[in-house]
């Protein structure tokens, strides 16, 4: 099964400033089709997850232009620019590419 | 609208089976594909299996012996059935409609005696 390791475990942000978030895969997730199934989710208290990013880069409907996915292979990225107070709770990666389909361990973002 | 809600016992008891519904509206099951996702109380989120459009489906490696999931798609309705259910299976019960970025509300399944 794809590994994918999430960095940091928690973060504590001040608000407007950029909070980064790792995750990293035991397998390359690029399918064959060349598309790369890697999704981040955000779960905020209390709630269902919520989609953020798909195919690695594309904001889903609704998604302000302060989330930004990058990364190839193996080695994902996203960054939070100018944090929000909404933007507190657990952020997860998630790979669509290899089954069984995996989820990252998440991070907790907080605002100091 | 696009809408999922997961029903079922809220509790079960060690060793029984458990058994959900999600049923879902404004999108056919035909066309789409189910996932289940679990999340123990204050743990993180665990990709449980799914039932693709054309009915297949697939099962998390460690879960794939006690799992079967199953559609009624004139009821709009998806199941999961787990046996042999332990403590450690307790954690809200999430359906999804991965492709739509839509989740249900979740169901919590507490497996006690």
């Excluded at chain 1, 657990?90 to 907790?108: E, I, M, N, R, W």
């Excluded at chain 2, 039932?51 to 079967?68: E, H, P």
Aim: one cysteine or more; glycine letters at 10%; a neutral charge.
């Amino acid at each position: 099964d794809v590994v994918l390791t999430q960095t940091p475990v928690s973060l504590s942000v001040t608000l407007g400033d950029q909070a980064s978030i790792s995750c990293r895969s035991s397998q390359s997730l690029e399918y064959s089709d060349g598309y790369t199934y890697l999704e981040w989710y955000l779960q905020k208290p209390g709630q269902s997850p919520q989609l953020l990013i798909y195919e690695v880069s594309n904001r889903f409907s609704g998604v302000p232009d302060r989330f930004i996915g990058s990364g190839s292979g193996t080695d994902f990225t996203l960054k939070i620019s100018r944090v929000e107070p909404e933007d507190l709770g657990v952020y997860y990666c998630f790979q669509a590419t290899h089954d069984p389909l995996t989820f990252g361990s998440g991070t907790k973002l907080e605002i100091k | 609208q696009v809408q999922l809600k997961e029903s079922g016992p809220g509790l079960v008891q060690p060793s029984q089976t458990l058994s959900l519904t999600c049923t879902v509206s404004g999108f056919s099951l035909t066309s789409n594909s189910v996932h289940w996702v679990r999340q123990p109380p204050g743990k993180g989120l665990e990709w449980v299996g799914a039932i693709w459009s054309g009915g297949s489906t697939d099962y998390n490696s460690a879960l794939k012996s006690r799992l079967s999931i199953s559609r009624d798609t004139s009821k709009s309705q998806v199941f999961l059935k787990m046996n042999s259910l332990q403590t450690e299976d307790t954690a809200i019960y999430f359906c999804a409609l991965f492709n739509y970025g839509r989740w249900g509300q979740g169901t919590l399944v507490t497996v006690s005696s």
